[in-house]
């Protein structure tokens, strides 16, 4: 059906070409699914573009063939000979070829309605009359699981949340029946659970429709569970291709290898580490090493102490006529303690409230109510009543590594100003021993020194996080607050990365706060977790316990949503369920929370609490 | 929504009783009143003063008054129509303004029509046609006409207007017209003179606003959406209309509360080189003689025009965008 025969692709940068696609062949079958695997700057997005001939205007096809056999006309194409613009091609794009794109919240126009922007692929590429097309799309709408398909056609898509925009987009893709459809890193932007309805979908119009796809995609998790045959690419060359099981049991390059060994998975021995496909090299100096403890620190006290913080968001809305708003409970009555020396991790989809807690906790957002204890050893500091110099003073013991690494960093600051910085606020040391700082800082994170004076956008994005970690030890904290450090990095740079903060945990004696929405990276590098949703803690254990006997329903839901690159755990779509996992009031019995009874946390032995009805006894949770 | 328009509404009350209290403080700044350069200036041409009538005009207008009070009877004066008196014309302000406020609204809307009509296709040129000879060419032109000064292109305008159209030098209509009862003629010698004025208040305007809309427009061609519009297989003129070209408008309507008083405030340098029967001539003698009700009552009328378009650009803009109409902020 699509066959890629040798395609080269060049980016022209100030007139120079830089190639993208080197020698690219494969080839799709009717009704199948291709992965195409590898890191960003793989060229596996220029591939899809290439296809569908958007390809952005400073790149050109300087070679090779893309063969489209289409099913609708019977004609066999050259897509690479063929103008972008020309209305062949047109009719091609979004009629038998369609796409889907990574990002939900870009992809849409923010000011025409879901309805018309659905609607608008179908009158172009098909005979329908206004109403026949409204009514069709209003099917496809419910077809993919819009709730209200009718109201929805009159939404705009920012009344929608990811996991609809999405459904919105795949809607847009489905809506003329392709007989071949790309998915660019359909599920990356979005929450396990909601990946795992996506992706359910997808395989049932797919088998529905008998379409063939294309999914690119960086997580092997999500191609072992929905591939027929994979294409890996690295550097814009096909590394190594062939069917699943094959590539799987037994890849054959060294890329692939490694890739698998980068990868978390929930099976890894105590112990075990994960491989990146390069290793970095942290040293430690005179400056940065672990403190040891002094004499008279009660080691038994906790370090973080949160008791029944809450936080509450009024928002606006409203239409022509009239404005309404309701109140969002963001943290509801969370508490918890971190010990000294263990990494605590925090996880729960989007929007459970994870990162106003951190954000509570480090006194940049303030509480409805509640308290914040921090034990420094000697005596115990509340830090909800913190001000002025005081506040000024406990900042140095506790810092935050920001999710973003590509808007954490001054553009306009170089690398030693945007370190220097923290000890400029805190007036510690002269210029020698800030800079000596720096360096030793550069170092701890396996950076050059030399490269000090350069500025952020000449590093990537793995080696952007590490300067923002290097920041954020620059004032040796004790606790370090990480709210999702490695979910914008590729799964090799995230390895990197994770095995960075675990040995300068390690090293430095650091207590880690970290919050992730990814279970596995929460399960090789936390001790404890603690799991979150719709603004409360749901259940607290330790890792092992977590894992192997998750008691509560939201645990138990995540942990099955998780798509494993492994052959042996796929997926069970036939679990996977609507909405009912993350929404507190459909939660069964005696976890259920609707508003009309207290919780409480109950414990388990071991650590292990869940959050369950008032009154409610061990038996129930057992049953 | 419509409660928001109110609210607008009502804030616009304080907004402008502010402006006010501004605009008469800063025309009573300097030392003295009207009357008193009035007198310096007849006494320095040698001729009598009608001392009588100086002090009539200082109780009439209560000129000896202390300044707050001045202040209220101009203010309650102006909500019930009445504008005050000019001194140097020595006419109520509404019969001094007459038909040249018609005239200024006439040049204004003309040349934010101009504006319009030449900035957009060029700005939409421009932008699809990013670092093209065309993108070069237009660009060097906006830019030329951002830098050369008003004045002295009008003086250029009027010159070869003269010499290759034979149109009269100055003014909004030939000679004979002035003052004579409207007819088509006159509209027709007006339409004729119209245009100098119009390009040469319009050109900066213009030249900026090619350049607003091509950053926006290259902004939003960029945009996710837009790839998405051509993955679906729209042909490229439907996509731009459709997709970029209606979010770039966003800023063109916000910009409608700012227009107003740019054009009328930009033309008077060049009203005044051209001789234009309009009221910017007028605002400038009359903030020089400090004749204060006159100039107040322009500023105060400009003022509105301000407050009034950004009411209307924002109540388009809720229209407009569903985002902003919709999409209420957390607070």
């Known amino acids: 059906m699509l066959e890629v025969n040798n395609l080269a692709v060049d980016f022209f940068l100030q007139g120079h070409p830089v190639p993208a696609l080197i020698d690219v062949s494969f080839a799709v079958q009717p009704g199948e699914t291709v992965a195409l695997v590898g890191e960003s700057g793989s060229g596996k997005s220029v591939t899809s573009q290439a296809i569908m001939g958007i390809l952005p205007s400073n790149a050109k096809i300087c070679g090779g063939e893309i063969w489209f056999n289409n099913p609708e006309s019977g004609q066999l194409l050259d897509i690479a000979a063929l103008d972008p613009d020309s209305a062949q091609i047109r009719q091609i794009r979004g009629g038998a070829i369609s796409i889907i794109f990574q990002e939900p919240m870009t992809s849409l126009s923010p000011v025409h309605t879901i309805g018309d922007q659905i609607s608008e692929a179908l009158f172009l590429h098909r005979d ?44 847009m ?30 395989r049932e119009l797919q088998a529905e429709l008998g379409m063939a796809m294309l999914l690119i995609t960086h997580d092997l998790g999500v191609v072992a569970n929905m591939a027929d045959r994979v294409v890996v690419m690295y550097h ?35 112990g075990e580490r994960l491989v990146p496909v390069r290793e970095i090299h942290s040293e430690t100096g005179a400056l940065l090493k672990k403190t040891p403890r002094e004499e008279g620190v009660d080691a038994h006290e906790p370090l973080l102490k949160v008791n029944d913080l809450s936080k509450t968001y009024r928002l606006h809305g409203g239409g022509w006529l009239k404005s309404e708003s309701h109140d969002l ?29 951190s954000k509570i906790i480090m006194r940049a957002i303030t509480p409805d109510r509640g308290e914040i204890i921090y034990h420094d050893g000697s005596r115990a500091i509340d830090v909800r009543t913190l001000e002025g110099d005081d506040l000024l003073a406990f900042r140095r013991k506790m810092q935050f590594i920001f999710q973003d690494p590509y808007s954490a960093l001054n553009p306009r600051m170089t690398v030693f100003d945007i370190l220097r910085e923290p000890l400029v606020v805190h007036d510690l040391g002269d210029m020698d021993y800030q800079r000596e700082m720096a360096t030793e800082l550069m170092r701890l994170v396996g950076l050059d020194p030399r490269f000090l004076s350069r500025y952020p956008h000449s590093f990537s994005g793995g080696q952007r996080q590490r300067i923002g970690i290097a920041r954020a030890l620059a004032l040796q904290p004790d606790l370090i607050i990480c709210d999702e450090p490695v979910s914008a990095l590729d799964v090799s ?119 369950v009805a008032a009154g409610s006894s061990p038996a129930d949770v057992a049953a | 929504m419509l409660t928001y328009i109110l609210r607008r509404i009502l804030t616009m009350i304080p907004t402008l009783l502010v402006i006010s209290v501004l605009v008469f403080v800063i025309i009573q700044l300097p030392p003295g009143d009207y009357l008193e350069s009035h007198i310096a200036e007849l006494q320095s041409q040698g001729e009598s003063v009608d001392e009588q009538k100086i002090a009539f005009l200082r109780e009439q207008y209560g000129l000896d008054k202390p300044m707050p009070q001045q202040y209220l009877k101009w203010l309650f004066g102006m909500l019930q129509g009445d504008f005050g008196y000019s001194f140097e014309y020595e006419l109520p302000v509404t019969e001094v303004v007459g038909d040249r406020l018609f005239l200024t609204v006439l040049i204004s809307i003309a040349t934010i029509l101009f504006t319009w009509m030449i900035a957009f296709p060029i700005g939409i040129y421009s932008a699809t046609h990013q670092y093209s000879w065309g993108d070069y060419g237009l660009s060097t032109l906006g830019f030329l006409g951002l830098a050369t000064p008003n004045f002295l292109l009008a003086l250029v305008m009027l010159y070869f207007a003269n010499v290759y159209f034979g149109t009269s030098i100055g003014g909004l209509m030939d000679p004979e017209y002035i003052d004579a009862p409207w007819s088509v003629d006159k509209l027709i010698s007006i339409l004729e003179h119209l245009w100098i004025p119009v390009v040469v208040i319009g050109t900066s305007g213009t030249a900026g606003m090619i350049r607003r809309l091509r950053a926006n427009l290259l902004d939003e061609l960029q945009k996710q959406y837009v790839i998405t519009g051509r993955a679906k297989g729209l042909p490229p003129g439907k996509l731009l209309a459709k997709y970029p070209l209606r979010v770039a408008l966003n800023f063109f309507v916000a910009d409608i509360g700012n227009l107003l008083p740019t054009v009328i405030s930009g033309a008077e340098i060049v009203a005044v080189v051209m001789s234009l029967p309009t009221t910017g001539p007028i605002l400038l003698s009359a903030l020089q003689s400090q004749d204060m009700y006159l100039a107040g009552s322009f500023l105060m009328f400009l003022a509105l025009l301000t407050v009034f378009g950004v009411l209307v650009s924002d109540i388009a803009l809720a229209m407009l965008d569903p985002r902003i109409r919709l999409g209420g902020g957390s607070k």
């Open chain 1, 128 to 171: 329908a009359s206004q109403q026949e097309g409204l009514k069709l799309t209003e099917t496809m709408l419910q077809h993919v699981g819009f709730p209200h398909p009718s109201r929805a056609m009159k939404m705009y898509p920012f009344e929608l949340s990811g996991g609809l925009r999405q459904r919105a987009m795949i809607a």
């Open chain 1, 173 to 202: 893709a489905m809506i003329c029946h392709p007989s071949l459809m790309i998915a660019d890193e359909p599920t990356t932007a979005l929450d396990v659970t909601i990946q795992a309805r996506i992706l359910k979908l997808i």
């Open chain 1, 493 to 611: 740079i995230q390895a990197q990365v994770l095995n960075l903060l675990k040995d300068l945990q390690q090293e430095l004696g650091l207590t880690v706060v970290f919050i992730s929405h990814n279970l596995a990276v929460i399960h090789y590098i936390a001790n404890r977790i603690a799991v979150m949703c719709a603004g409360r803690m749901v259940e607290l254990a330790p890792r092992d316990k977590l894992f192997e006997n998750p008691v509560h329903p939201y645990t138990r839901a995540l942990l099955s949503a998780v798509p494993h690159p492994e052959l042996s755990q796929p997926l069970s779509f036939e679990a996977i369920t609507e909405g009912a996992a993350s929404d507190p009031a459909r939660w069964s019995f005696p976890f259920t929370i609707d508003g009309s009874a207290a919780t409480e946390f109950m414990a388990l032995g071991d650590g292990h609490f869940v959050r």
């Open chain 1, 329 to 357: 409970l963001a943290v509801d009555s969370v508490s918890f303690e971190v010990e000294r020396g263990e990494c605590f991790g925090l996880v729960g989809e989007s929007g459970c409230g994870k990162t106003t807690l």
């Open chain 1, 236 to 270: 814009g060359r096909v590394m190594e291709a062939g069917p699943l099981r094959e590539l799987f049991t037994n890849p054959q390059h060294d890329y692939l290898k490694a890739l698998m060994h980068a990868v978390p998975r929930f099976d890894l021995e105590p």
